[in-house]
């Protein structure tokens, strides 16, 4: 029986300062660092299968610069490109990976910027893997599953006019409900080796955007590495982000808010370096506590597989262009203050119209890739975009049957926007309004992910 080996390594990614930050419809040049931005590699060989697993602290990957990264690091590390997953943690304080800005105008010369970096992007994660493939020693394997509570929420919500909105703000005495569950699992799969550092991989499902400004920085995920790493000598720890497309940080309660057995919790700060550190501390405390009890598992299987899906553009009417195009040329120019919206509506309107633009000339359906990879019973899908928490959920449907734990990635081998479930086209929102897909994709994406795992 073919025996499990584990490898590890991980390389600076902080750009220069001067290019662009991206994550939000506003321009922010970048001006200094907070916390190093890092990429980590786990290489996994079982018998004559070697597969990749980075993740890199960036919002995303842009499809066609994943297709660039994992061509480059195949031809570095000898590996087929379908071994190689490829994962952003999506943090909103790291640099562009395209030339131009994200629906906002970038200075002269941003471009070449963001070439030079993605050159430099490039051999630092061809490094990485390399570097991890020439770490690999025999491990065993045994996983978890915890919980982390009150520092993710659901960010969409009914209001009392009967509208839906996303981040309506903290204290909107006009909100009525969320409209989902927030999933607070945490997952983590251990590996410990034979005379070398244990490896430790954990699984959560949270935008991480608690920061802000024109800094580089981990955010919350980098928080949590280095707090585990501290507080366990001897391991190393690499950072999944989950189904957080209808979640983030904020909880719109004012105050010392109360919860379930007596708990009781002040977020007057909800925002900036000390909140990042909060989630990073809280989301490591909930992997110590289930970091001695992983169940042990049998790792004498690899497997990935991967196949390329198809689903139809969310394309506007012809009656609806004439109004996209106004508020898109607004706000490209610079002239917001002219719309007659503030805050989170602003910008869902905004996403909105530079949607309907952007696919006014697109073909009809969209190709990407979904990837799935098994290491003994447990699962990774791999998804490139943001899927609600139901689309998480309904992949997971299968846990215990085809593996006994999956994990579905957002941001991996690419990136193609929202994937909110059809309630969300019925209810509203930023995330629906903005989508690039029709209304029934997220629900394919389940049935197509699912058809993944069981040819795991």
């Known amino acids: 029986m073919s025996k499990l080996e584990v490898g590890f390594s991980r390389v600076d990614v902080t750009p220069l300062t001067g290019i662009g930050i991206a994550g939000y419809y506003k321009r922010r040049i970048s001006d200094g660092v907070l916390d190093a931005l890092e990429a980590t590699a786990i290489a996994l060989r079982v018998g004559e299968t070697t597969a990749l697993l980075v993740s890199v602290d960036t919002l995303y990957f842009p499809t066609a610069v994943a ?18 997953l490829l994962h952003a ?10 030339a131009s800005g994200w629906h906002v105008e970038m200075p002269e010369g941003h471009g070449e910027l963001v070439r030079a970096y993605l050159d430099f992007l490039g051999h630092r994660l061809a490094d990485a893997c ?48 969320p409209l989902a569950t927030v999933e607070d699992r945490l997952s983590l799969v251990r590996f410990d080796r034979e005379g070398k550092s244990s490896v430790a991989l954990f699984h959560f499902g949270l935008h991480p955007d608690v ?22 000598p001897g391991v190393v720890f690499a950072f999944i982000n989950g189904a957080q497309g209808d979640v983030n940080h904020v909880n719109v309660k004012t105050g010392t ?4 057995g007596g708990v ?9 370096y000390g909140h990042a550190r909060y989630i990073g501390r809280a989301v490591a405390g909930g992997v110590l506590r289930i970091f001695d009890k992983v169940i042990a598992c049998e790792a004498s299987t690899l497997a990935v597989h991967g196949t390329t899906v198809a689903y139809a553009a969310n394309k506007a009417s012809p009656e609806q262009l004439p109004e996209a195009r106004r508020i898109n040329d607004l706000h ?38 979904l990837i799935g990879l098994s290491v003994g019973p447990v699962a990774l899908l791999g998804i490139p975009g943001e899927p609600f928490t139901g689309v998480g959920r309904g992949i997971r ?7 006994e734990l999956i994990l579905p990635l957002c941001c991996t081998n690419g990136y193609e926007g929202y994937f909110p479930t059809k309630d969300a086209y019925d209810e509203g929102g930023y995330e629906a309004r903005a989508s690039r897909y029709k209304a029934g994709t997220a629900e394919k994406m389940i049935a197509d992910g699912i058809a993944i795992l069981k040819g795991l």
């Open 264 to 272: 009781r919790i002040d977020f007057g700060q909800r925002n900036g």
């Open 130 to 177: 390399c570097e991890a493939i020439e770490d690999l020693s025999p491990a065993t394997m045994g996983y978890a599953v915890g919980r982390v509570e009150n520092v993710a929420f659901i960010r969409r919500f009914r209001m009392k006019d009967g509208s839906v909105r996303t981040n309506p703000g903290i204290g909107n005495p006009d909100i009525l409900e």
């Open 257 to 260: 808010a109360d919860y379930e």
């Open 89 to 98: 943690t999506h943090i909103h304080t790291g640099p562009y990976l395209i």
């Open 397 to 403: 449907a299968t846990e215990g049957k085809t593996h």
């Open 211 to 232: 920061i802000g400004g024109t800094k580089f920085t981990a955010d919350w995920p980098g928080f949590a590495r280095r707090t585990l790493e501290a507080a366990l």
């Open 67 to 84: 297709h660039r990264f994992r061509g480059e690091i195949a031809a570095a590390t000898g590996l087929p490109v379908e071994a190689i």
């Open 332 to 369: 490209l120019s610079g002239r917001d203050e002219l719309l007659p919206y503030k805050n989170a509506e602003l910008t869902t309107v905004v996403a909105e119209a530079a949607r309907m633009v952007a696919l006014e000339s697109a073909p009809d359906f969209f190709e990407m890739p």
